[in-house]
Every structure is written in C-alpha cells, then in structure tokens.
C-alpha cells in the first residue's frame, strides 16, 4: 500500500495574503512563501495548505475566482508556483491548494457570459438563475440568507435595461453559486483538479465541501440567520449536506486514484453530526474531513472530551483518520476564544466567539499552549493556523475603514468579520512590519499589525525554551519520532470530570488540566514535555497539559 501520509499529517495553513511578503507591496506571495520554507520545514510539519491563490477580484480573499488554473499577478506566476511544489517537495514538504466548488467570482467569463445571455440562455443554466416572486418579479425567489448576511439573491439587469432575474449565492453577491445539475461544471472541475495534481499538488482543501447540491425546487427555509459556523439545523436541509454531494466526490476521488503517488482531498464541511462528516469519508470518497466540533467546543473538559469522542468513533466507522483544527481563517483565533469567561455550549457564531468580555492574552495563550498538546497528542492529522505557533491573538481593534471583510458591509457593520485573524505574520524585528515585507517595501502590511506583537514574533522567539514557537517545535519533534503517537486509537483513563487523561501505546500519557487547582502527576511517570512549568511538588498548573512517558500499567497513571 502507498504511503498513506495524509492519516497522521500535520499540515500547517498558509493563508498566502498574510504569510510573507517578497516583492514589498504589503501582501503576502510565493516568492515570501518560498523564502520561508525553510522555516516551516524546520517547524516540523509534513504538508502546507494555501489558500486560493488562482486570479481573482479579492472580493473574499481570494475566494471568488476568475480562472482556476492561473495565480492570481499579485501572487506571482504559474511558473513561480510550479517552483514551489517543487522547492517544497525537496523540503519534505507536501502542498495542498484550495478549490472553490461551490462558486465563481461574478467576473469569471461564465458569469459575464450568463449575464450577456439573457434569460433562458445555454450560459445561464451554469449558475442558479430564477424569475423573482411578486409583482414584477421584484422579491427574491425564496428567503434564503447569505452566509455573510443579507439575502441570498441579487437581481440582474437584463441586457436590454430593465431588472430581471435573479440569481443565487450563498456568500456575498460576488460569488455567484454554480449549478452542479450541469454536466459540464462536473467535466471543468475535474478537469482542473488534474491541471494542478499534473503540476504536483499533492491534494485540495475543498472550501463549503457540503454546498455544491441544492434541492431542485429552491423551497424557502423559513429562518433568517445563517452563520458561516452554524451547522444546518435540520435533516433535509435545501442547501447544505444534501446527499447529492456525494456523488460529485465519488468522482474526484477516482481522479486522484488514478495518479500512483497518492493525491487527497479534505473536506470543508460545516454539518450537523460527526456522522454526517463520515459519510464524505465513506470508502470511495474523500480521505479526510476538518472535526470542526473541537474548534467549537469551549474550554472545558467535558465539551471536548464529547467533541474527540464522537469524532473518533465515526471516522472510525468508515475507517478515516480524524482531522483537528483549532484556529483558521474563518473564525476568531483560539488564543482569544480562550481568554475569556467560557460557555457551557459549543460556540455557534463569529460574533459570539467575541463576547463583551476583553481578552486575558495570558489567560488564552496558556490555554493555547494545553490545547496544542492536546490536539498533538490525538490520534490522526491536526492543522495548524499560521500565527497560532507564535501564539497570535485575534486584532480585535482594527480600524473599520480598513476593514476588508464582505460580512462587515453584509451585515450592516453588526459584524465586524474575519480580518482579526487574517492579519500579517510578525517575522523579526521591533516594529511593524516586522520583517513581513522587505526593508524596501513600497506599502504597509494589508492590515496593521501591533505594535505588542514586537514580543511574538519567529525571531523572538527562536531558542526561547518558554516560548510558544519552541513548545510548538518540540512537541512536533516529539510527535514525529514517538512511536504511540500519531494515526491508531487513544485510551481514556479515568480522571475527575475537569481533567482530560488519555494514554497512546506504547507508553505514552496525555493530561490536561481544565480545574483551577493544580493536578499532581503520576509518581513514575517522566514529563516529555509540558504545556507550563510543574509546580514544586511535580504538580499540572491549571490550564496546562502534560505528554508523560509511562512505563507501568496505564490505568494505574490517573
Ligand atoms: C469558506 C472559506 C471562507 C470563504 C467561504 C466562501 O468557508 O473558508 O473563507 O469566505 O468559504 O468561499
Ligand atoms: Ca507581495
């Protein structure tokens, strides 16, 4: 059997805008990306995933695509990219891109064909065109909600002047939803699946995995609020997880079959059960789905514990490794959704994520800290956020004429967005922009950065045993090399309900502690690594996670 790298990955997130600057316009490219593989390849992982990175109006960062089989000028070239895979490879490192199924940039030529076409043309049937109710058509054909806020529809004006139809898309009116109904939408993307994996993508992050089918008579949905987070409430959903999916995924997994080195798919897809999620697992599928119920779950042990569980239980009924993530582009970065009073419910929007309670940065990167060993040490692949190895927290005060995100405009100015997590890596340095783009750059980051980060950033860090980045890189280097860790199964101990205790075989224990009163370890048991230094009596500090080499018999340990 090939290798099958992707069940014990660790593959750290690229988001392309914000990484690493070469050519000093202020955004993130390939050529920053390439200056720093050395320390990604240094960091420890397997794999990165980068963001879109295909041409586009950056309407959504890059999640409105005019051509999928180009880079986007701004990023580099195509050229430039092959050179990447390949600069990455000799590193040891595997790459993933991002495709965007589900819609296209409203200036892709199928769109300004579907436009140009008028109503009833061959062009239109590529996306989800339909006459409005009312007098004159002037209401939406159904109540459905962008995912960004506001209605789901925008009317056209037809080409001889007067307003016409109107079309779907589930995010903002500049991401026009396909019709996956339409044979040849199935044909172009497999097709452009095989134009990366010919250039040596090794697999794909599939963006809003459980949209591309809606029910063929659009019935409205009888709710007004969606959230990017919120899984669908209810079965028979019209437009998300709808059995459908399944099939389009059927064929893109004997696409990348047919390559002999093995080339993967993980799935974006935000749904109602950790059920739902395998069956985009079944054999024949996709290899590997994002377990968004941790990223959820609050601070505490028990939500976690029922988010791991569940997890692992159903991709194990279809035989799948389980995929954590933390922190990503889309949500608040996990440093400032544990700095503060924890909720005793799995966190259901963005702008919940970002009570009225300020952030405890120490409070949060304590936890960080645990959680990393936490997710480390589970069986499967875990994700890392660029950032969340040098423990960034979410800008939370970025200046609203500077921000970038459709949900602010969308929503009103009710929700500020994702710009908070998406802002440019502090790389050296005692002042913005922190070695993100070059001495000679001709523009300031995209986004500001703070001034505090000047203590967080890679070169501070570097060789500062209590820093995050080493915590990061040694629990990485201990990961790759101990034999329990990595894909297979864990063991719950028993433990008091505020303590997580697990044990991988051979000889390997992981504690976290969610009370507030430090936990003693085991006597026997020798540290590996902890998440914050023990106390003098060999006690877990609250809020600390421990990994322990036991060589006694395990359920002795707790
Ligand atoms: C996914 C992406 C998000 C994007 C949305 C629409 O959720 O992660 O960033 O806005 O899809 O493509
Ligand atoms: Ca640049």
């Known amino acids: 059997m090939p290798d099958q790298w992707w069940r014990d990955a660790v593959v750290y997130q690229v988001y392309l805008r914000s990484f690493a600057d070469g050519n000093g316009d202020g955004i993130g490219d390939l050529t920053g990306l390439r200056a720093r593989l050395q320390y990604l390849a240094g ?34 070239t195509l050229a430039e990219a092959e050179t990447l895979i390949q600069e990455a490879h000799r590193h040891g490192l595997r790459v993933l891109a991002d495709i965007v199924p589900n819609h296209t940039s409203d200036r892709h030529p199928w769109f300004q064909a579907a436009l140009a076409g008028g109503p009833g043309s061959l062009p239109r049937q590529r996306y989800i065109f339909r006459p409005g109710r009312g007098d004159d058509g002037h209401l939406p054909p159904n109540d459905w909600r962008s995912v960004f806020g506001s209605p789901a529809w925008t009317r056209v004006t037809e080409p001889d002047g007067h307003p016409g139809e109107w079309y779907l898309h589930l995010f903002s ?28 993508v090794d697999g794909f992050r599939i ?40 099939e ?15 080339r993967v798919f993980v799935a974006e897809a935000w749904v109602e059960s950790s059920g739902r999620l395998a069956r985009y697992l079944q054999p024949g599928e996709l290899h590997a789905a994002f377990a968004f119920d941790l990223l959820r779950a609050p601070w505490r042990a028990p939500w976690l514990r029922s988010a791991i569980e569940e997890s692992l239980a159903a991709v194990a009924s279809v035989g799948a490794p389980a995929t954590w993530v933390l922190s990503n582009h889309d949500v608040v970065r996990h440093v ?31 936890r960080a800290r645990a959680a990393a060993l936490l997710m480390l040490a589970l069986p499967g692949s875990a994700y890392l956020y660029q950032g969340e190895e040098l423990g960034l927290w979410e800008v939370e005060d970025l200046p609203e004429e500077l921000l970038q995100d459709p949900v602010w405009e969308r929503s009103g100015h009710r929700e500020r967005g994702r710009d908070g997590a998406r802002v ?21 980051p995209w986004l500001p950065q703070p001034e505090a980060w000047k203590r967080f950033t890679a070169a501070a860090q570097r060789g500062d045993p209590e820093s995050m980045l080493e915590l990061y890189r040694a629990a990485l280097r201990i990961r790759r090399r101990h034999p329990a860790l990595g894909d297979r199964t ?3 101990l028993d433990a008091p309900p505020d303590m997580l205790a697990f044990a991988r075989d051979p000889g390997f224990l992981c504690l976290v502690n969610l009370s507030t009163q430090p936990v003693p370890v085991p006597a026997g048991a020798r540290v590996l690594l902890a998440s914050s230094p023990l106390t003098a009596g060999r006690a877990l500090p609250a ?15 707790a």
């Open 43 to 76: 960091l420890g992982i397997d794999a990165i995933w980068v963001n879109p990175w295909y041409p586009s109006p950056m309407v959504d960062g890059g999640y409105d695509v005019t051509d999928y089989r180009a880079i986007d000028p701004v990023f580099g």
């Open 490 to 492: 864990l063991r719950w």
């Open 248 to 262: 389009i995924y059927r064929g893109w997994r004997a696409v990348a079959d047919a390559y002999p080195e093995p």
């Open 543 to 557: 809020d600390a996670a421990a990994w322990l080499a036991w060589s006694a018999k395990p359920d002795e340990a």
């Open 207 to 246: 963006d809003v995995a459980h949209g591309l089918v809606k029910a063929p008579d659009l019935p409205d949905l009888g709710i007004d609020n969606e959230d990017i987070l919120a899984p669908p409430d209810r079965p028979g959903h019209p437009h998300w997880d709808r059995d459908g999916v399944h």
């Open 336 to 366: 400032s959704r544990y700095g503060r009073p924890q909720p005793d419910r799995p966190l259901q929007s963005l702008a919940e994520m970002l009570a009225e309670a300020p952030t405890d940065i120490d409070l949060g990167q304590r």
């Open 173 to 200: 009116a500049e991401q026009p939803d396909l019709n996956w109904d339409h044979p040849e939408i199935r044909a172009e993307f497999e097709s452009i699946l095989r134009f990366w994996f010919d250039r040596g």
């Open 424 to 444: 440019p890596l502090p790389w050296s340095g005692d002042t913005p922009p922190f070695g993100f783009s070059p001495s000679t750059a001709t523009a300031p």
